[in-house]
């Protein structure tokens, strides 16, 4: 469970963080007027000082909600700190 969530920005751009086994995770969404969705960005900061980012440029991550693009990013980082594979 990501503890700790807090909105730190809002505007054309959305933030929110919050921690995970001693990472902080964040996820930044902002609305497509285009499509009429949310695309965002994941970045893993870890307590290395290393920043992982599971989004690519542009982003192939797309929801039909900011609570769902905050929701499907903390989702998505979880699952990438908790993968033995993938975790740094």
Same mark, same amino acid.
């Given at each position: 469970?990501?503890?700790?969530?807090v909105q730190t920005? *809002?505007?054309?751009?959305?933030?929110?963080?919050? *921690? /995970?086994?001693?990472?902080?995770?964040?996820?930044?969404?902002? /609305?497509?007027?285009? $499509?009429? !969705?949310? +695309? &965002?960005?994941? /970045?893993?900061?870890? $307590? !290395?000082?290393? *920043?992982?980012?599971? %989004?690519?440029?542009?982003?192939? /991550?797309?929801?039909? !909600?900011?609570?769902? @693009?905050?929701?499907?990013g903390f989702e998505? @980082?979880?699952? &990438?700190? *908790? %993968? +033995? @594979?993938? @975790? +740094?």
């Amino acid at each position: 469970m990501v503890e700790n969530k807090v909105q730190t920005e *809002t505007g054309p751009r959305h933030v929110m963080q919050g *921690t /995970y086994l001693g990472s902080r995770i964040e996820v930044v969404a902002g /609305y497509d007027i285009l $499509s009429d !969705s949310w +695309p &965002f960005h994941i /970045y893993v900061h870890h $307590s !290395s000082g290393q *920043t992982s980012r599971l %989004s690519q440029v542009p982003t192939n /991550y797309v929801a039909e !909600s900011l609570d769902s @693009a905050f929701d499907q990013g903390f989702e998505f @980082a979880v699952q &990438f700190l *908790t %993968s +033995p @594979a993938d @975790a +740094p």
